[in-house]
């Protein structure tokens, strides 16, 4: 699977962002989608997630926060993220799986490229 998340910049604290991310359409519609991301020094964590049939998961610390959206049609999933904190400044990347547990686990043999997203205090 072909991802590449884009969008990334340095923001403020308290502004908003938003990155995406884009497949190859075949593959796009049978796959649950994630958003993770890596902070200097931190393990890769799950932001969030999203099926194929809508169902969301967020982590705890960007609940209210951020949205996770997905058009199959345009083959892309986006990651709106408002109120942004410095501890949210990282590399987000996304990645999918037609096992929704495996999304949710973040444990995959292969990474695209990131988006670095940087929020200044």
Known sequence: VQLQAFGGGLVQAGGSLRISCASSGDIFRRYAMGWYRQAPGKRRELVAAIS?????????SVKGRFTISRDNAKSTVWLQMNSLEPEDTAVYYCNAD????KVLSGIFDSWGQGTLVTVSS
Do not use: Q
């Open 52 to 60: 194929v049939g809508g169902t969301i998961n967020y982590a705890d």
């Open 98 to 101: 037609s096992r929704w547990l």
